[in-house]
């Protein structure tokens, strides 16, 4: 991999992608050369729309973006980083909860993998709200999330 370049690993189950999962790839493009959008393989969790689904439909989505990649991952996020030659990991807060959480995750990489860092970058206030267990939990009462999702997405699935 080439270190040269300024890539971000933005991890997570995106379990679903939401707008504001959208958001913080589209900020993110403007402080790194490239974004790998890392989808992980959670075996303690039942995933609501499975992991390959989430990497076939994020792949579609940012088709047309060269600096963006998807792939999916099992390992440790920081091994995985470096096997994506990445130097940053890139992640979204929303309150103060995820910054306590996203800090002690932050210190914890930092002591495994000397020369990983975190950039965090703050929701938009629009987008605060929208966590994929809302959109999960709306959708398990029949609502329709489609507000929450980043437009041109789809999932082969029943909502």
């Known amino acids: 991999m080439n270190y040269e370049l300024k890539r971000a690993l933005f991890p997570g189950s995106f379990d679903p992608f939401t707008r504001g999962h959208a958001d913080i790839v589209r ?67 929303r309150s103060h909860k995820d910054y306590e959480y996203e800090l002690q995750m932050a210190d914890i990489n930092r002591q495994l993998c000397g020369g990983i860092e975190t950039v965090l970058l703050f929701s938009d206030p629009s987008l605060s709200a929208v966590s994929s267990s809302v959109v999960r939990e709306l959708a398990h009462f029949g609502r329709d999330i489609t507000a929450w999702l980043p437009e041109n997405l789809e999932y082969e699935m029943k909502y």
Do not use: M
């Open 27 to 93: 900020r993110g493009l403007a402080l790194f050369d490239h974004v790998v959008i890392a989808v992980g393989y959670n075996e303690q969790k039942r995933g609501w729309i499975p992991a390959e689904e989430r990497i076939r439909a994020l792949s579609e989505l940012y088709s047309d973006e060269p600096r963006i990649s998807v792939v999916g991952y099992h390992t440790l996020t920081t091994d995985f980083a470096h096997e994506q030659g990445c130097r940053f990991i890139l992640r979204g807060i």
